[in-house]
């Protein structure tokens, strides 16, 4: 978890695990005897788990994030997010990354071009190229689960993982169907810019990978048992303008899923202190 700090309203980033940069330029060499883990190759860069460009929107003019999370008590300051500086090659990296710049553009501007449905119930939200924003999805959730924070919480995308980097490798053909919607998590009556890094939930009945960033859910469906007909005209795969779905809002200390992150923040301090805006 980790927010932007001190404000009166935080910014709030939370990771059930990690996060992380990389949104376009130069890559910087962070390892020479680093392996990738796609390839074997050395050296690996610096990769960031969520695009540093979206890290440094959360923080905003404040001077730090503040990190949590359900596994460590206290918090952890961090400029610009999260990385593993061994995980992935500079080809690999760029490969992964492939969608970066257009999911960030996407992630910018979807609240100021977005055209509300009657009733406030949903919002398109011109998507001219669906297969980048599937891809730029795709990214974070790979990463997320491959990088040592990842392997040591023992994330596993099962026969997912190579699905997934074949369609990256070919950048198209998505076969994981993603659905996009409005995070409803407020703090103090006003939206709560937050980052939770990728984990594993429930959609009804079937098995997904979800992750927050933006003011926005992605949603990945990991299950064989198909997405309801109704849903498909939802789907962000292969459709533009993409539909985001709102839901009502609920104020995020009142969501159950998020107690252990809160509790875990409060209890002790690791690299940093409490974050004294939470109480």
């Known amino acids: 978890m980790l927010f932007a700090s001190p404000e009166p309203l935080p910014r709030l980033q939370f990771r059930d695990d990690l996060w992380p940069h990389r949104d376009g330029g130069i890559r910087t060499l962070a390892d020479r005897n680093g392996k990738c883990v796609i390839c074997g190759e050395s ?3 610096k990769a960031h788990l969520f695009p540093r460009a979206l890290m440094l929107d ?17 918090v952890k300051l961090h400029q610009n997010g999260e ?8 080809r690999h990296e760029n490969m992964l990354g492939a969608g970066d710049t257009y999911g960030v553009d996407f992630c910018r501007r979807w609240r100021e071009v977005g055209i509300s449905w009657p009733g406030e119930k949903a919002i398109s939200v011109a998507n001219p190229e ?4 599937t891809h730029f999805a795709y990214g974070i959730v790979w990463r997320h689960v491959h990088c040592k924070g990842g392997r040591d919480l023992k994330l596993d995308l099962g026969s997912y993982s190579r699905k997934m980097l074949r369609d ?6 998505y076969r994981l169907q993603l659905l996009v919607g409005r995070n409803p998590l407020t703090v103090q009556g006003q939206r ?25 859910d992605f949603y990945f469906k990991t299950d064989r048992r198909p997405f309801p007909s109704s849903w498909l005209p939802y789907l962000a795969n292969g459709n533009d303008p993409v539909v985001i779905v709102q839901t009502a809002e609920r104020d995020l200390h009142q969501v159950p899923k998020l107690f252990p992150i ?3 923040m409060l209890r002790t301090t690791w690299e940093g202190g409490y974050p004294t805006d939470l109480h």
């Open 58 to 74: 959360i923080r905003g003019l404040s001077p730090q994030l503040v990190a949590g999370s359900r596994h460590r008590d206290g």
């Open 262 to 264: 809160l509790g875990r």
């Open 168 to 173: 990256m490798e070919n950048f198209g053909s």
């Open 192 to 216: 709560a810019d937050i980052g939770i890094a990728p984990y594993r939930d429930r959609m009804g009945d079937l098995n997904v990978w979800h992750f927050t960033i933006s003011g926005l």
């Open 43 to 45: 050296p690996t860069v």
């Open 83 to 90: 990385w593993d500086e061994k995980l992935l090659c500079s």
């Open 130 to 133: 669906p297969d980048k924003l």
